[in-house]
């Protein structure tokens, strides 16, 4: 078996009765529940050496990317994990991913180039600021990506749910998004990750498809970029989503990017 350390960034939230039900209904859109086809860009979440602690973030954000890829025809959409890490009170330690979900829902998200993981950034502390970039045209795009883009957000499996649930309530949510898993982080033996007896989780990864065998197969922030799970891996927390979108006559967010780009 060998072990690749990954630091604790992942905080099992406190979950309210309104956490476990979606914001409007979530339709079946990908009945086989396989997401490998729409994913997004790939990203490490520690570069050069610096650990941004920020996957209960991008793990979400990868699965609203990857719900626009297929649902609205949007490829390879890339957020800036800065900016919501930052104001959804994330530490060194990681987030809370009930915290990350309603900074996305109601901040809203900006393109990475935008705010991004820069050669300028040398630290953590440095990470998790506004070092270098625009707070109020940052905020204000934010805000017109949330006016556009509606985040309803569905608690699919908790720390004490039985396996069988938890696996039957994953596949079920499969079918209407990706799904932000926490693992533990990571013990790999014969090409598939393990958890080891009484190890809680302490990372955030996005759940985007399982075999007949039970199999999870994940998009992560650390190398390799997608893993496989031992089966009946007995992840402690999932969360699923529902994205829809209002133009409203009007302008797409993707036109005021290019504005800003220009």
């Known amino acids: 078996m060998t072990h690749k350390r990954v630091r604790q960034n992942f905080l099992y939230p406190e ?3 309104t956490d476990r039900t979606y914001a409007g209904v979530a339709e079946v859109i990908n ?3 396989d997401w490998r086809p729409f994913l997004p860009p790939e990203e490490l979440q520690n570069i050069r050496g610096i650990e941004s602690s920020s996957c ?12 626009q890829e297929q649902k609205f025809l949007l490829p390879d959409q890339n957020y800036s994990a800065r900016f919501n890490a930052l104001l959804s009170g994330g530490t060194e330690n990681g987030g809370d991913p009930i915290k990350g979900i309603k900074s996305i829902k109601y901040d809203g998200c900006v393109p990475d180039d935008k705010m991004p ?3 300028d950034l040398h630290s953590f502390e440095d990470f998790h600021s506004w070092k270098g970039v625009n707070l109020r045209e940052l905020r204000d ?7 556009e883009w509606r985040v309803g957000f569905k608690i699919v499996a908790e720390q004490d749910d039985p396996i069988k649930t938890k696996y039957l309530k994953l596949r079920g949510a499969l079918k209407r998004s990706p799904v932000s ?4 982080a990571w013990f790999e033996e014969n090409g598939e990750y393990i958890k ?6 302490n990372h955030l990864c996005t759940a985007i498809y399982v075999d007949e065998k039970d199999r999870i197969f994940v998009r992560d922030t650390y190398f390799p970029f997608t893993k496989m799970l031992t089966p009946q891996f007995n992840f402690d927390f999932a969360m699923g989503y529902n994205l829809t979108r209002d133009l409203s006559g009007k302008k797409s967010i993707c036109d005021l990017i290019k504005g800003l780009w220009k």
């Open 117 to 119: 993981f820069g050669e």
């Open 56 to 67: 209960y973030v991008e793990a979400q954000q990868h699965s609203i990317a990857t719900l």
């Open 181 to 184: 898993i926490s693992v533990t």
């Open 196 to 201: 080891p007896e009484g190890m809680s989780d």
């Open 15 to 17: 979950i309210k009765e």
């Open 31 to 33: 009945p086989e529940g």
């Open 141 to 147: 795009l934010g805000k017109r990506w949330a006016s």
